[in-house]
C-alpha cells in the first residue's frame, strides 16, 4: 500500500509506520495564498513537488480560479511556490503551534 | 614442444598396449586374443600385452617401444581414460611423443566389469574398442596448448561479508582489487544483524573494523551505489562495464549530518527494513562505508531537473552537495572475477495465514534483528509494534519460506540458529518473557551449535515440534493465537502470545538472473549459483576466471561466507600467482574456405566464446573462453569447424571401426566426459552387468554430438544408437546439453517421417552417479534390438545412406 504514512512515504516492501514517525520533526508548514493577486497560472499547482494544490472553484477579483491547499500535512516547506509565483500570491509560514492539527494521514 | 611434431604426416606407425589390469580384464577378456587382433590392423606396428600398463615396467615399455619402433601412435586398451589418460599422456610426452597422440580403449569399466558371465561376447567387444580406437589415433594431431596470460588484478561483486572478506584476503596477498557494490555503503546483511551465533559477539562490532580496512586498503578501489553492467573476455582477461550511479554528494562531504536537519522529506529506512526513518538525504547506518551521504533522487524533492529545494545545499557548509552529478561508465579490466552477490530474506506477506502486514505484532527475524539492537529504532528495547510495550510472551516460527512447498523447498541453513540465538537474546535481557519456538526440525549441525541450542533449552524457552497452521489476532489488544498441532505429543495446541517472530529463510536475488547471464553462470533449480564441482570444485564456477562466494552460492551463516570468499580468493590468487593457464587443444578451429558466416555456432555457444564478424566475414575463437565442448562443431552444417581431437574424421572412424561387422546388433553409444560416460564407469566399477552389444564412444560433452553421426551410424547399419549427456541444468558446459535434446527431438520427427521405428534412438540423462540407469538403459535398448528386423535395418540403412552428406 504506497502512500504517506504520518507525512513518511512507505512502499510496498516497506509497509510498516516507521516507529519514529511521530517523532520526525518536519516544519508544518501554513500556506497563505492571496487569492486576489492570483492571476491563475496554476504553475503553483504544476510544480508543486508534493502535489499539495488544486484549482479551487472560487473566481477571485481578477476572474481568475487560484489555487486551494489539498493536504497541508503534505507540505515540505521548500517554498518553490513563491519562487515560482510571478504574483507574489502564495508564500509558506512555520506553523507554530506544534502537533495541534493531526494532519497528514494516509489516503 | 617443437621437438614433439616431428611426427607430423611421417608414416603411421602406431603401437598397441592391451592391459591385463591383473586379473580385472584378463578374467574375462582373453587379452592375447585381443592384442593378435590388433596387431593385424592396418598401421598397428607393435602390438603386446601386458600385466599392468600403467604400472612403471608398463610405461617404461611403452617409453621404450616408441623409441625402438619409432611408434608416432600409442593406444592402451586398458580402463578409462578418466582414470589413466594423463599417466599414459605423460609417458608418451615423456619418450618425445606429443600426448594429443595417444588414445585409450576402456576394456575394464566399459567391458570386463560388466559382462563378467560372457567372456567371448567381452573378447569380441574389446576387439571392437581397440579397433576403433586404432581408427581413432590414426587421425589424431598433434596439439600445443596454448598459454593465456593472466591480468593480476581481481574484482569482486558484492560487499557483504564475503566479499569483503575475499577483497580483503587478495588485496592484502598484493593484488589490486575492485569492489563493486549496489548499495550505497558496504556490509550488507551482516551489518543489519545484531548478534552473531553461537559466540554472540556483536555483529557491527567485528564487521566495522573489515569495512573500515576495505575504505583504506591501498589495494582495494571501492565502489559503491555501482552496478556491473557488461562483461566481455575471459579468463584472464575480462573487460568490465561498471555503472557508477551518482551520489549527489561529492567527496568533500565531512559527514557531519547538518544536511539531514534541513531535508524536509522523510522515508522509512531499508537498513531498518523501515522500523525507522530516514531523510530524502541520508547515510544508511552510523558505520557506512564510505562515510558519506547520498541524495535519493527517487524521493528528493528535485525531481525530473526540476530544482525545488535547496535546504541541503544551503545546510552543507562544505559546497559538497551537486545535483548535476552525473552517472559515470568505467571500463575496468581485471584476470579474475569473485562473484558475492549475495541473497534476499524471503517475504511473508503471501502466506496470509500467519497475517504478516495485517497484524502489527507479526514481525520477521530480519526486522526482530533491528529492533534488539542497540542502535535500532527501538534503541535495543524488544518493544511490539502495536503498543511500543515490551511483550510478555514471543514465539518464533521457523522453516517460513524454507521447506514448504509454500516457499522455498530447500532447508535456508542459518534460521534454527538465529532463532536459538534471538531466544538467548530476550532471556539475557528479559528473563520474564515467554518464549516459544514452533519447528519442524531444529538444525544445531555446527560447532558450538548444539551446545547453544542446549542453552536455549535450559533458559527456559519452550521448543514445540509443529508449525502454527494459523495465527489469529485478537484485535482490541493486538495479541496473537497461534493454532496447531504439536506433532511429538499429538495434541492441539492453541497458544496466545504477545508477539510473533517468522523465522524467514534465504532466497536468491532477485536480479541473480541478470548476474548469471552476465558472467556466464548457471544456477541449480533453487535458484542459487552453481559450483563447478560440487565436491571438489565448490568456489569455482564452471566459467574459467570466475568463482563465487557467500549466500550467492547457497545460503549459509557469516562463518561458512568468510570461509568460502578466503578459498575463493586463493583460487583466484592461484591464477594470478601463475600468471597464466595453459588451454587444452580440444577447441575448434574454424576453417574459412568452409564457412558461411552463418553464425548458429555462436549462438549456441554456451561461453559465448565465438565471435561472428559478418563484415569480415570471418568467425574467430576465443580460445581461453572456450571449454571445449564442440556443441558448435555438431551444429554447423558445412564443417566449417575443426574440433580439435573430436573431429568429425575421428568420430566417423570410430563408428565405422565399430559398425564393420554385425552392426545390426550393435548400440552405437555417444556419452559425455562428465556424466553419461562416467556413469557407464560406475556401472564398471560396481559390476552392474547388462548386455555387451553396446559400444561407447566418448564425446566431452553430448552436445558434441552432430546428427549426421547418428545418421552415420543409421547408414553403416547400426541396430540402435544412444546419445547420453548430464542431466538438463547440470550440464558440465552450463546448457550445451540442451543443444543435445534439440537435435535428437529433431532427429526422432525425421525418424518418424521416414516411416523408422523412434525407439532405435535414445537419449538418456545420466549423472556420474547414475551407473544403474546406464545398465538398465542398455538393457532396454536391447529389448528394442531383440525385436528388430533386418527388413527394418536395411531400411534405416539405406534411408540414411541416401540422406546422408546434406551438402
Known amino acids: 500500500m504506497p502512500g504517506t504514512m504520518d507525512g513518511v512515504d512507505v512502499s510496498q516492501k516497506l509497509w510498516r509506520k516507521p516507529l519514529d514517525a511521530e517523532k520526525v520533526k518536519l516544519t508544518k508548514a501554513k500556506i497563505q495564498i492571496i487569492t486576489d493577486l492570483c492571476k491563475g497560472c496554476g504553475f503553483c499547482i504544476e510544480f508543486c513537488p508534493k502535489k499539495v494544490l488544486e484549482r479551487s472553484d472560487q473566481i477571485n477579483k481578477k476572474g481568475a480560479y487560484p489555487p486551494r491547499v489539498v493536504d497541508e500535512g503534505k507540505c515540505a516547506m521548500c517554498g518553490f511556490c513563491t519562487a515560482i509565483c510571478p504574483d507574489f500570491a502564495i508564500y509558506t509560514v512555520e506553523k507554530t503551534c506544534e502537533g495541534s492539527s493531526k494532519d497528514g494521514e494516509d489516503k | 614442444m617443437a621437438t614433439e611434431e616431428k611426427t607430423e604426416r611421417e608414416a603411421l606407425r602406431i603401437g598397441v598396449y592391451v592391459c591385463h589390469c591383473g586379473l580385472n580384464i584378463a578374467g574375462t577378456v582373453n587379452c592375447e586374443e585381443v592384442s593378435h587382433f590388433a596387431a593385424a590392423l592396418p598401421h598397428v606396428v607393435v602390438a603386446k600385452d601386458n600385466r599392468y600398463a600403467c604400472s612403471d615396467q608398463g610405461q617404461e615399455l611403452i617409453k621404450k617401444d616408441i623409441k625402438e619402433h619409432e611408434l608416432n601412435r600409442i593406444v ?6 578418466r582414470l589413466h589418460e594423463p599417466t599414459f599422456r605423460k609417458a608418451c610426452e615423456e619418450a618425445g611423443l606429443n600426448k594429443y597422440l595417444f588414445e585409450m580403449a576402456n576394456i575394464r569399466e566399459h567391458c570386463s566389469w560388466v559382462h563378467l558371465h560372457e567372456k567371448e561376447k567381452a573378447t569380441e567387444k574389446a576387439k571392437d574398442l581397440v579397433k576403433a580406437a586404432v581408427a581413432k589415433v590414426a587421425l589424431l594431431e598433434p596439439a600445443t596448448e596454448t598459454e593465456v596470460q593472466i591480468l593480476r588484478k581481481a574484482m569482486v561483486i558484492g560487499a557483504g561479508i564475503a566479499g569483503i572478506q575475499a577483497a580483503l584476503d587478495l588485496a592484502d596477498t598484493g593484488y589490486k582489487v575492485y569492489l563493486v557494490e549496489k548499495e550505497p555503503s558496504i556490509g550488507g546483511r551482516m551489518a543489519q544483524i545484531d548478534k552473531t551465533f553461537p559466540t554472540m559477539d556483536c555483529s557491527i562490532c567485528i564487521l566495522a573494523p573489515k569495512m573500515s580496512d576495505v575504505g583504506r586498503h591501498p589495494n582495494i578501489e571501492l565502489f559503491t551505489n555501482s552496478e556491473v553492467q557488461e562483461v ?36 522509512p529506512n531499508e537498513f531498518d527494513v523501515g522500523l525507522a526513518t530516514r531523510r530524502a538525504i541520508y547515510t544508511p547506518f552510523a558505520q557506512a562505508v564510505p562515510s558519506t551521504y547520498i541524495i535519493d533522487r527517487d524521493m528528493c524533492l528535485n525531481k525530473e531537473g526540476l530544482m525545488a529545494c535547496d535546504k541541503c545545499l544551503k545546510a552543507c557548509e562544505r559546497e559538497a552537495i551537486d545535483f548535476d552529478m552525473q552517472p559515470e561508465t568505467l571500463e575496468l579490466e581485471v584476470g579474475t572475477i569473485i562473484v558475492a552477490t549475495g541473497a534476499e530474506v524471503h517475504d511473508p506477506s503471501s502466506l496470509l495465514n500467519y497475517g504478516y502486514t495485517q497484524y ?64 538467548l537474546l530476550i532471556k539475557e535481557h528479559w528473563p520474564q518473557v515467554k518464549i516459544y519456538v514452533f519447528y519442524v526440525d531444529i538444525r544445531a549441525f555446527g560447532k558450538g551449535f548444539e551446545d547453544l541450542y542446549r542453552r536455549a533449552k535450559e533458559e527456559g524457552v519452550i521448543f514445540i515440534r509443529g508449525l502454527p497452521a494459523e495465527i489469529v489476532e485478537n484485535h482490541k489488544t493486538h495479541d496473537l493465537w497461534l493454532i496447531g498441532e504439536n506433532t511429538l505429543q499429538k495434541e492441539l495446541y492453541r497458544v496466545n502470545v504477545g508477539m510473533a517472530v517468522l523465522s524467514v529463510g534465504i532466497e536468491p536475488c532477485q536480479d541473480s538472473g541478470v548476474i548469471q547471464r552476465l558472467f556466464t553462470l548457471s544456477r541449480t533449480p533453487d535458484g542459487f549459483f552453481m559450483e563447478a564441482h560440487p565436491k571438489l570444485r565448490p568456489v569455482d564456477a564452471p566459467t574459467g576466471g570466475i568463482f563465487l562466494a557467500g549466500c550467492a552460492e547457497s545460503p549459509k551463516d557469516i562463518k561458512d561466507s568468510v570461509t568460502q570468499a578466503s578459498a575463493a580468493a586463493a583460487r583466484a590468487g592461484i591464477l ?55 556443441t558448435c562443431g555438431a551444429e554447423c552444417q558445412f564443417e566449417a569447424l575443426h574440433m580439435r581431437h573430436f573431429t568429425n574424421a575421428q568420430i566417423t572412424a570410430q563408428i565405422d571401426a565399430l559398425t564393420e561387422e554385425h552392426a545390426d546388433e550393435k548400440i552405437i553409444a555417444f556419452c559425455c566426459n562428465w556424466c553419461s560416460y562416467a556413469g557407464a564407469d560406475f556401472a564398471g566399477v560396481s559390476r552392474m552387468q547388462y548386455p555387451p552389444n553396446v559400444r561407447i564412444i566418448r564425446t566431452m560433452c553430448s552436445g558434441r554430438v552432430s546428427p549426421a553421426f547418428v545418421e552415420h551410424a543409421f547408414a553403416r547399419g547400426a541396430g540402435a544408437v544412444l546419445v547420453a549427456g548430464c542431466h538438463p541444468g547440470d550440464c558440465h558446459y552450463i546448457d550445451a546439453n540442451y543443444q543435445t535434446q534439440k537435435r535428437i527431438e529433431r532427429l526422432w520427427k525425421k525418424m518418424e517421417g521416414l516411416g523408422i521405428d523412434k525407439e532405435r534412438l535414445q537419449l538418456l540423462w545420466a549423472s556420474a552417479s547414475e551407473g544403474e540407469r546406464v545398465a538398465s538403459k542398455i538393457r532396454e535398448m536391447q529389448a528394442t534390438l531383440n525385436k528388430l528386423t533386418p527388413e527394418e535395418v536395411e531400411k534405416s540403412r539405406a534411408v540414411f545412406a541416401r540422406n546422408h552428406g546434406r551438402g
Open chain 2, 232 to 267: 566481455k573476455g575471459h579468463i584472464g582477461n575480462f573487460k568490465v562495464k561498471v555503472l557508477k550511479k551518482p551520489r549527489y554528494v561529492t567527496h568533500d562531504c565531512s559527514a557531519c549530518g547538518d544536511c539531514v536537519e534541513a531535508c524536509p522529506v522523510t522515508a
Open chain 2, 360 to 423: 502489527p505484532n507479526v514481525i520477521t527475524s530480519l526486522e526482530f534483528e533491528r529492533l534488539i539492537n542497540a542502535g535500532g529504532p527501538s534503541g535495543g528495547n524488544l518493544i511490539r509494534p502495536s503498543d511500543k510495550k515490551i511483550p510478555d510472551s514471543v514465539a518464533f516460527i521457523q522453516c517460513v519460506g524454507s521447506r514448504s512447498e509454500k516457499g522455498k523447498h530447500y532447508c535456508s541453513n542459518v534460521c534454527c540458529m538465529n532463532t536459538i540465538k534471538d531466544s
Open chain 2, 576 to 630: 594470478m600467482a601463475q600468471g597464466k593457464v595453459t588451454v587444452e587443444a580440444i577447441t575448434p578451429i574454424p576453417i574459412p574456405e568452409n564457412c558461411r558466416v552463418c553464425g548458429l555456432c555462436a549462438q549456441v555457444c554456451p561461453y559465448n566464446a565465438i565471435i561472428v564478424d559478418k563484415e569480415r566475414k570471418l568467425v574467430k575463437v576465443a580460445e581461453a573462453a572456450c571449454a571445449g565442448c564442440g
Open chain 2, 76 to 81: 592402451v586398451a586398458s580402463c578409462s581414460p
